[in-house]
């Protein structure tokens, strides 16, 4: 353990050399990320430190134990001894889980995308309800709420609702939302009550800004129309709605939430920064999600990974085969619970990464 931690050492003060040199205080992306490793090692050179002292306290107590005559304090140096070994265990443990290579993106915040599967005008209502419910638990968490893009379903809730969330550590928590939400209840349309089965996508991205990001320009196609709402009717007759298109990607994001061009074409450079972005994102989550059975953080979109069932109140996370029965609690973003247990399925498996 002290070898890893003063090699851990010897890089957090190489770091700290680095970022004083000037040539890389211009280099702005470099700088920005040599400060964020600088920040991240600091708990763990703290507990270093602590970890060095407790060693070098257990060899003084034994040194005492070998040439010491004095009965009283040996006794003493026996009970220094036995006290600072468990705090060394303690200490070891916590230093063990502040090793796990952390997500450099946790703290980042986060585009959320939801739209609605299979279940017809169902799975539209379905996406409003997960929306409602996310909204719910980041105003519980006092996190801003930016919409970006929304089509409304024709009986209620959306096809689609695209909205950045911003706050502290904001994708390391929602991340855990990714991927296919089913609920199975009976819609107010059925006539014989029968069960129904419908389905939303959830995706949580990362949000990329211009130093994860270079976007050339010359790269993007901007095309601006009227904005239109349900049926293609004109909503407005300035051409305010933009849509962009990345030329070598082929990403395409259309804006036409808000009156103003300006602001569309800063909310679509935000939502195609990020999409470019996630493409190379997705190796790693591809990547990691082959070593992690829970499949937390992985990259595929199209896994259910929990289901909503009404008639019996329950809610259930299939990575962890977690079930609650608070249904009505847990679409009103009492989702803290799921989201903590996640967590803790995937630092397991991490740790393992790391003991291995």
């Not at 298109?245 to 990020?274: W, Y």
């Not at 847990?330 to 799921?338: A, C, W």
């Amino acid at each position: 353990m002290l070898d890893k931690l003063s090699a851990i050492n010897d890089r957090y003060l190489g770091i700290a050399k680095q970022i004083n040199d000037p040539d890389v205080m211009q280099d702005m992306k470099a700088y920005i990320k040599l400060s964020k490793d600088y920040k991240e090692l600091q708990p763990i050179i703290e507990g270093y430190k602590k970890f060095k002292n407790i060693v070098e306290g257990i060899e003084a107590g034994r040194t005492i134990l070998e040439e010491e005559k004095d009965e009283e304090m040996r006794s003493f140096a026996r009970e220094e001894i036995e006290s600072l070994t468990e705090q060394r265990a303690k200490l070891e443990e916590e230093i063990r889980l502040m090793l796990i290579p952390s997500d450099p993106q946790d703290v980042k915040n986060a585009v959320v995308e939801i739209r609605a599967g299979s279940g017809g005008d169902e799975a539209s209502i379905f996406a409003g309800d997960l929306y409602r419910m996310y909204v719910r638990y980041c105003e519980r968490k006092n996190w801003k709420i930016e919409p970006v893009s929304m089509t409304e379903g024709t009986m209620g809730g959306f096809k689609e609702v695209i909205f950045e969330v911003k706050g502290d550590g904001v994708y390391g928590l929602l991340k855990y939302e990714s991927g296919v939400h089913r609920v199975q209840r009976v819609p107010d349309t059925e006539t014989q009550g029968r069960i129904h089965t419908s389905a939303a996508s959830v995706a949580i991205l990362p949000e990329a800004d211009e130093f994860d990001v270079d976007v050339k320009p010359s790269d993007i196609r901007k095309d601006t129309y009227c904005s239109s709402g349900p049926g293609g009717q004109s909503v407005n007759t300035t051409y305010s709605a933009v849509r962009l298109t990345h030329a070598p990607t082929g990403i395409v994001v259309a804006i036409q939430d808000e009156k103003s061009q300006m602001k569309n074409f800063e909310k679509a450079m935000t939502v195609l920064r990020t999409r470019i972005f996630e493409m190379e994102y997705q190796k790693y989550l591809d990547e990691i999600s082959k070593k992690r059975k829970t499949m937390v953080s992985s990259g595929d979109r199209s896994a259910k990974i929990r289901t909503y069932n009404y008639p019996q109140s329950r809610v259930t996370d299939h990575r962890i085969g977690l079930t609650m029965y608070n249904l009505p609690v847990f679409l009103d973003g009492e989702i803290q619970d799921f989201i903590d247990s996640l967590q803790l399925a995937e630092n397991a498996e991490r740790l393992k990464e790391v003991t291995e």
